[in-house]
């Protein structure tokens, strides 16, 4: 059982679904951070080093929240 097998069941079953397979785990933290939205719930399943992908997605995140609020003030000094 691979992550290809499951998107492309899943699209087999809706052509319509919105699944997005990334085959290295290294990109999974840019990719969800160009989604992700305040209030977003994000989960991550799977076996193996799966669940070094939640801290790093809240780094990531939070990396890019400062450097917007870090923009914010700059614009309002």
């Known amino acids: 059982m ?14 319509r679904a919105q699944v997005t397979y990334l ?3 290294k990109d999974t933290v840019r990719y969800l951070s160009s989604l992700a939205r305040p209030g ?3 989960m ?3 076996a193996g080093d799966v669940t070094a992908i939640g801290p790093e997605l809240v780094k990531e ?4 929240q400062d450097e917007k609020n ?6 309002v000094s």
């Open 23 to 25: 085959p290295h785990r």
């Open 44 to 46: 991550t399943i799977g």
């Open 2 to 15: 691979s992550g290809r097998t499951i998107c492309d069941a899943i699209l087999d079953h809706d052509s």
């Open 61 to 64: 995140l939070t990396r890019i």
């Open 40 to 42: 977003d719930l994000v």
């Open 70 to 75: 870090a923009q914010q003030t700059e614009v």
